[in-house]
């Protein structure tokens, strides 16, 4: 099985930093990409970024220049820094990462269970 696993979120005021950190474990083979997403209340859950496996990087074009991406493939985690936040940043954060376990044929998409932003005006 495979499980990811964030960690980061908190109660923040705006202009603040956070930094969200998600493990991937388990009976893994090879990772692909690995995202954040988020959803607010009553809003639809969004894509925020992304790391490939080829490195290159994606972002939503609220976040450019405030949040940045990076990963560890020695220990299969990514993280997103979060500077100069926003009220409209809260949210609840959740990990997604396109995964091949030990033994499998193709990659699926596997995610976190969400972990809490909030950021105060």
């Known amino acids: 099985q495979v499980q990811l696993v964030e960690s980061g979120g908190g109660l923040v005021q705006a202009g603040g930093s956070l930094r969200l950190s998600c493990t991937a474990s388990g009976s893994i083979f090879s990772i692909n990409t690995m995202s954040w997403y988020r959803q607010a209340p009553g809003k639809q859950r969004e894509f925020v970024a992304r790391f490939t496996s080829g490195a290159s990087t994606y972002y939503l074009d609220s976040v450019k220049g405030r949040f940045t991406i990076s990963r560890d493939n020695a220990k299969n985690t990514v993280s997103l820094q979060m500077n100069s936040l926003k009220p409209e940043d809260t949210a609840v954060y959740y990990c997604?990462?396109?995964?091949?376990?030990?033994?499998?044929?193709?990659?699926?998409?596997?995610w976190g269970q969400g972990t809490q932003v909030t950021v105060s005006s």
């Open positions: 997604a990462a396109n995964i091949m376990g030990d033994g499998g044929t193709f990659f699926r998409n596997y």
